[in-house]
């Protein structure tokens, strides 16, 4: 079961290249002879069918298959791109108790696309003029193993070396043991700390939720304020998003749909709508909803918060598997730029594919794996594989380890 918990959102980019559930974290760590900074190894030279009636039911068969094949209880899935018309739908059910249909209106909690918030958030202080990439945590949060020499723009980039708290097993049976427990950041530091780093800063790629909990107390030791109130006035605000936020605790806004996993004390399914995200936190604990993430997806990949100096910083990647790097806080995804996301009973895949100017949400209500593979990215190759033949997302599942 820890195994499960090891796995990333990388969303695609290797953690943020595979979905990681507590706040996504895929666990891959690729060697990389230091900051490579290439151009993605990724194409980003292809189109968008159409979205004819004729696509449109292709991509219902797609989805259906899908969920069938990985057991999900509720999928909703948007694409669209100018010129090319829109494809949204919603599938099966967001409550099995009740049989309430998934619908497009609902909240639903996004995991690690928390990170292409947070890393926002930061960037927006390098270009204010308040932080540097190149600082050291230490100069922000003491404590940290070789705090002295792992920059922000490591630990934006996954390659800090530190070890990720979340595939810790005390961390896990604290969390499974009591999931409406809150944890401070401090706390989850703890469990990262505990443990010896992984390689020297900058040596390897490694998808790691601890990163991004330093980056949020680096946000809010430079601004003054709370993460959720920064990121809501500097972030959220000026996207134009309206359902979007980082909650203090485990509440938050009706409807929203109830979500699935088997990630528990006893391996069996457990609704998690009331679980406290907080465990995630600057890696994981937001939410959202169908609309704003549509609206996100361009903002993130194109770098409208930005300037432009810091945007094509932000996508310098390093390769992290075949077709697919990870830049500052966001993955490249042959062609298609975004993040995807997973914590107990929720995934998320949010993309961009700039040369269409097309976007791809697709929000469901379990993480629970189907043969090992996570099924946002599921449904994000099907829908790809038609909609954009030439760049069709793929991103490989984690092997297990240690069941």
């Known amino acids: 079961m820890v195994a499960r918990w090891r796995k990333a959102a990388v969303g695609a980019v290797a953690a943020g290249l595979v979905a990681v559930p507590l706040g996504g974290a895929p666990g891959y760590a690729l060697e990389a002879g230091g900051p490579t900074h290439v151009a993605a190894p990724v194409r980003d030279d292809g189109d968008v069918v159409r979205l004819t009636p004729a696509v449109a039911q292709q991509l219902d068969d797609a989805v259906r298959k899908v969920m069938v094949d990985a057991r999900v209880p509720g999928v909703m899935v948007a694409v669209s791109a100018p010129g090319k018309g829109e494809y949204v739908r919603t599938f099966g059910v967001a409550d099995k108790a009740t049989g309430a249909p998934m619908e497009t209106g609902l909240y639903m909690r996004i995991g690690s696309e928390t990170k292409t918030f947070t890393v926002t958030g930061l960037l927006r202080l390098v270009d204010d003029g308040k932080v540097g990439l190149d600082d050291p945590i230490g100069k922000y949060v003491s404590g940290v193993p070789n705090g002295d020499r792992i920059t922000l723009r490591q630990l934006a980039g996954m390659r800090s070396g530190l070890f990720n708290y979340s595939e810790d097993e005390g961390f896990f049976k604290a969390l ?121 997806a361009r903002v993130v990949a194109t770098g409208t918060l930005l300037e432009p100096e810091t945007q094509k910083q932000r996508l310098e990647v390093d390769p992290a598997l075949p077709g697919t790097g990870y830049g500052l806080g966001i993955f490249l995804d042959h062609g298609w730029v975004g993040h995807n996301g997973s914590l107990p009973g929720y995934q998320s895949l949010t993309l961009y594919l700039p040369e269409a100017q097309a976007t791809l949400v697709v929000l469901l209500n379990t993480d629970i794996s189907a043969e090992g593979e996570e099924p946002s990215t599921l449904f994000g190759e099907a829908i790809t594989k038609i909609v954009s033949p030439d760049n069709v997302f793929s991103l490989p599942a984690q092997p297990a380890a240690g069941k």
């Open 176 to 296: 499974t043991s009591d999931p409406q427990r809150p944890f401070t950041p401090q706390q989850l530091l703890a469990y990262s700390f505990r443990h010896p780093v992984l390689f020297e800063p900058g040596a390897k790629f490694d998808y790691c939720n601890t990163n991004l909990i330093l980056l949020g107390l680096v946000i809010e030791k430079v601004s003054g304020r709370g993460l959720g109130d920064f990121l809501a006035d500097e972030v959220v605000k000026p996207a134009g998003l309206k359902r979007t936020a980082l909650p203090p605790g485990a509440a938050w806004p009706a409807p929203h749909a109830q979500g699935y996993t088997d990630q528990t004390a006893t391996g069996k399914v457990e609704e998690t709508a009331d679980w406290n995200p907080s465990w995630g936190w600057a890696a994981g604990a937001m939410y959202s909803d169908l609309a704003d993430l549509r609206r996100w």
